[in-house]
T-cell receptor, first 115, second 113 residues
Framework: AQTVTQSQPEMSVQEAETVTLSCTYDTSENNYYLFWYKQPPSRQMILVIRQEAYKQQNATENRFSVNFQKAAKSFSLKISDSQLGDTAMYFCAFMPGGTGNQFYFGTGTSLTVIP | EAGVAQSPRYKIIEKRQSVAFWCNPISGHATLYWYQQILGQGPKLLIQFQNNGVVDDSQLPKDRFSAERLKGVDSTLKIQPAKLEDSAVYLC???????????FGPGTRLTVL
């Protein structure tokens, strides 16, 4: 069974500072994808960043980067230069590779950026 | 490009009533998912379609939930009869296929009284 754990229900960060959101997962799969999704109060889930498990290089998207440690099954998200618009619920998600894939989501981390 | 459309955005019903949600995926997207997101939890898959065929409905409470995707485009999710524990946001997502980008709709917030 695939499980995703986000151990930080709530976090806050000062504007322009850096914050790291934690995520661990459990799987016996070798081929899979990992994602961070952002869900603002409007509820639209927006992809922040994605990582393929076979890639050793950590994914980066502008101010967002991940620390992917496959052996430890850890996938943390670092947000640099935090902005007020980053305030949202952040979900870590796992998707097995192959056919019939589906997302397995964590319970989310509510991030508040403080002016 | 237009996103995933869902309607209605909000619905309030009493228990034992019926309700239906509609999803229009991005044009050309073969894969469509319905997720249930209960307050304070991450979304959980209810059903996955590939074109108009069901790929996975193992977590769909089939005694009360049903879904269809006629012609492999739009999809409807129905609950009949609704229970209090069905109160949640119902999210629709679509993708072109495997290993591609997935897009989520804005969701339908259902409140069962």
């Amino acid at each position: 069974a695939q499980t995703v754990t986000q151990s930080q229900p709530e976090m806050s960060v000062q504007e322009a500072e850096t914050v790291t959101l934690s995520c661990t997962y459990d799987t016996s799969e070798n081929n899979y994808y990992l994602f961070w999704y952002k869900q603002p109060p409007s509820r639209q889930m927006i992809l922040v960043i994605r990582q393929e498990a076979y890639k050793q290089q950590n994914a980066t998207e502008n101010r967002f980067s991940v620390n992917f440690q496959k052996a430890a099954k850890s996938f943390s998200l670092k947000i640099s230069d935090s902005q007020l618009g980053d305030t949202a619920m952040y979900f870590c998600a796992f998707m097995p590779g192959g056919t019939g894939n589906q997302f397995y989501f964590g319970t989310g981390t509510s991030l508040t950026v403080i002016p | 490009e237009a996103g995933v459309a869902q309607s209605p955005r909000y619905k309030i019903i009493e228990k034992r009533q019926s309700v239906a949600f509609w999803c229009n995926p991005i044009s050309g997207h073969a894969t469509l998912y319905w997720y249930q997101q209960i307050l304070g939890q991450g979304p959980k898959l209810l059903i996955q379609f590939q074109n108009n065929g069901v790929v996975d409905d193992s977590q769909l409470p089939k005694d009360r939930f049903s879904a269809e995707r006629l012609k492999g485009v739009d999809s409807t999710l129905k609950i009949q009869p609704a229970k209090l524990e069905d109160s949640a946001v119902y999210l629709c997502a679509s993708s072109e296929g495997l290993a591609t980008t997935w897009f989520f709709g804005p969701g339908t917030r259902l409140t069962v009284l």
